[in-house]
């Protein structure tokens, strides 16, 4: 019960911090690519990919890894967000865009998971 409310606690904080950051980007950058969902989305996959290898490699207990990585990078993350913006952009006819998108995001967030896992050898 304590692991389910700090998952709660968690994602009451990662889902208005993706709304703001987004807002941010969005009021700083002008582009056909939603730069704000692809940042959120690559720091997230960074932030997972450090708190896996934190749990795997230096034993970070498993309420503590359900509470940052379910709780709060569930809640900071977002695919479905990812899926509707590229569909966006194909309905409008830019094409290339989306596939930038998807290239970009599906590519990008590998390598970001994998230099968080990294990082956390490192640690």
Excluded: Q, W
Aim: aromatic letters at 4%.
């Amino acid at each position: 019960m304590i692991t389910l409310l700090a998952v709660s606690a968690a994602s009451a904080i990662g889902a208005p911090a993706r709304y703001l950051l987004d807002r941010a980007i969005a009021a700083r950058r002008t582009s056909a690519l939603p730069l704000g969902t692809m940042t959120i989305n690559l720091t997230g996959a960074l932030l997972l990919g450090l708190l896996t290898g934190l749990a795997l490699h230096h034993g970070m207990p498993k309420p503590m890894l359900a509470m940052l990585g379910t709780g709060f990078c569930g809640a900071y993350t977002t695919f479905s967000t990812f899926s509707y913006e590229t569909m966006r952009l194909v309905e409008d006819g830019s094409i290339a865009e989306a596939s930038t998108n998807v290239a970009v995001s599906l590519a990008a967030g590998m390598v970001a998971a994998a230099a968080g896992l990294g990082l956390a050898l490192l640690i």
